[in-house]
């Protein structure tokens, strides 16, 4: 306990403009990683780490992109898998800054600090979804128009990938956000007690612990567990949502077609068209 409150006061130092529950937060888990040997480790510089995790990211995508094409046009374009590879790894360092962004800024930690509060959600889950909003909304930009840039589709259908894009995107965070909410709200802890009476990371990890069925010596999932749900269930909304919004750009293209013939037909009737091709070709075959 003494540690924590050590943690506590250095971190006000550092970062002045957190609130004491916030700090409070942040020292558990500087506390926990201490515990877990995760400091033994030499820290690496703030580079360095957006530069892996972007790295990272570029690759998984460009993996998947590659066995996507060789799966279904069985051949690889190597440049829509670069555009999606450098897609996400922008994306992803974008949605790292934005995070950096949200917690040394003032005006950051009062949008965090107020999102929080409303939904009663820890500051952190709060500034993981916000910092993910952002970086999904760069990578469906630069994917949708990067794939125009190099002449996979025309600027209507990369425009339309970006609306699909953007709209997952803003579907995903929206469950990030409400699913946890309304634990926060309505469910109790193991210990019988309300959510809505925590606070912090007291609140989060209630959270979490309920969205994976319990804490794991109730035989449950534990924190780890309801994260990794949570996060199945944002995926699971933005591809939903990106998917509808694209067969609903389908359907309007179908019904676009359809108006067009009737319409043409109803000009060849009133033009007399279809007699003129009809003689045409009676007389073309000498009849």
């Given at each position: 306990m003494r540690r924590l409150r050590d943690d506590t006061a250095r971190l006000k130092n550092k970062f002045p403009n957190l609130s004491d529950e916030e700090l409070r937060e942040m020292a558990d888990d500087i506390v926990k990683k201490y515990k877990g040997g995760e400091f033994l480790q030499n820290p690496r510089p703030l580079w360095q780490t957006l530069t892996m995790q972007s790295l990272l990211a570029a690759g998984i995508a460009g993996t998947i992109d590659a066995a996507a094409q060789l799966f279904f046009p069985r051949k690889i374009e190597f440049g829509h898998t670069f555009v999606a590879a450098g897609s996400a790894g922008i994306g992803t360092a974008t949605g790292q800054i934005i995070s950096i962004v949200l917690l040394?800024?003032?005006?950051?930690?009062?949008?965090?600090?107020?999102?929080?509060?409303?939904?009663?959600?820890?500051?952190?889950?709060?500034?993981?979804?916000?910092?993910?909003?952002?970086?999904?909304?760069?990578?469906?930009?630069l994917m949708a128009y990067g794939s125009y840039a190099f002449g996979y589709c025309d600027i209507r259908q990369a425009s339309r990938s970006a609306i699909a894009g953007t709209a997952g995107s803003v579907a995903g965070t929206a469950v990030g956000f409400g699913v946890p909410a309304l634990v926060a709200h309505f469910a109790t802890c193991g210990t019988g007690a309300a959510i809505s009476t925590l606070h912090g990371a007291a609140a989060t990890n209630a959270t979490l612990a309920w969205l994976g069925f319990g804490t794991v010596t109730?035989?449950?999932?534990?924190?780890?567990?309801?994260?990794?749900?949570?996060?199945?269930?944002?995926?699971?909304a933005g591809i939903a949502v990106s998917m509808l919004v694209s067969l609903g750009f389908a359907l309007y293209d179908a019904r676009e077609r359809r108006q067009y013939a009737i319409l043409l037909a109803d000009t060849y009737e009133k033009k007399n068209v279809w007699d003129a091709i009809a003689n045409k070709k009676v007389i073309s075959h000498g009849i």
């Open positions: 040394k800024t003032q005006t950051g930690n009062q949008v965090v600090r107020s999102i929080s509060s409303f939904l009663n959600l820890g500051t952190g889950m709060t500034r993981s979804a916000l910092s993910g909003l952002g970086g999904g909304i760069i990578t469906s930009i109730n035989g449950g999932l534990g924190v780890a567990g309801g994260a990794f749900l949570l996060g199945g269930y944002v995926v699971a």
